[in-house]
């Protein structure tokens, strides 16, 4: 296990990196007090360190560099025709409310976490995460995807960059199954001097997984597990939310 010094600086250079870049959202802070959801002292007012601090919580740490000859590669995957042709008017990290809206988007809330790691399980910095997926009507945010009504009170799309433990948070809903698919979450992975870099991740249990030509494309059955992920209940939650966690081991170590 890593020692503990060693986890919590690497938390608190992600809080201090969190409170530089972002902006208050105190319309947002009012809703997630109301839904009795900040509870903690170690809250500050600031709706971004909310977020990251939650991140907190749910996500698991390892040890960079250990077991580095056991890690699997993530495959890379298809983008696929639906990534945003129009960005949303809001890219953080919180995919369940846009901007300031009072309205959060329906779904079931997950907390999806994980690092972005090198071939030797080291963490990747300034990785630029993107993940975008359907809404609960199983809608994507692009102009091409009509085939039923898109819940505008969802983000569809955010963006994260990890700091020096190479972790990254979402809040987002669980995805929802839509014709000719299985249940996934697209990520881009961008970083200085690399092409962009793209994969899925899949829900665990899912029986439609067995179906899915894009997941059943990728033949190692390693490689395949690497990016079939649990959305696990949080046990503290009152209002059913869930968590899950993906950790991506990209193919290369990044230059110094
Ligand atoms: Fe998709």
Not at 64 to 71: D, I, N, R, T
Not at 122 to 131: D, F, G, K, Q, S
Request: glycine letters at 8%; aromatic letters at 8%; one cysteine or more.
């Amino acid at each position: 296990m890593a020692p503990v010094n060693r986890t919590c600086h690497a938390r608190s250079l992600v809080l201090i990196h969190q409170r530089i870049n972002y902006t208050n959202h105190n319309k947002k802070d009012s809703k997630l007090i109301e839904q009795g959801i900040m509870n903690s002292p170690l809250l500050s007012p600031n709706r971004r360190s909310f977020l990251r601090t939650l991140s907190l919580g749910t996500a698991l740490f390892t040890v960079p560099g250990a077991f580095a000859e056991e890690l699997i590669r993530t495959p890379k995957q298809t983008e696929g025709p639906f990534y945003p042709d129009h960005l949303p008017l809001d890219t953080d990290n919180d995919l369940v409310i846009v901007n300031d809206s009072l309205n959060p988007a329906v779904g079931e809330i997950t907390h999806l976490s994980g690092r972005i790691l090198d071939s030797r399980g080291e963490p990747i910095r300034n990785a630029l995460v993107e993940i975008w997926q359907v809404d609960n009507n199983g809608v994507y945010l692009h102009s091409k995807d009509t085939h039923a009504t898109r819940d505008k009170n969802f983000q569809g799309f955010g963006r994260f960059m990890t700091g020096s433990s190479g972790e990254y948070y979402f809040r987002t809903i669980k995805p929802v199954l839509y014709p000719g698919r299985t249940r996934h979450i697209h990520y881009a992975i961008k970083m200085k001097g690399q092409e962009k870099w793209t994969t899925q991740c899949y829900v665990k249990g899912e029986p439609q997984n067995e179906k899915d030509g894009i997941y059943k494309s990728i033949k190692d059955s390693k490689a395949r597990d690497s990016v079939t992920i649990d959305f696990a209940p949080v046990s503290s939650s009152r209002i059913g939310e869930l968590a899950a966690k993906f950790d991506i081991v990209m193919g290369f170590t990044p230059e110094a």
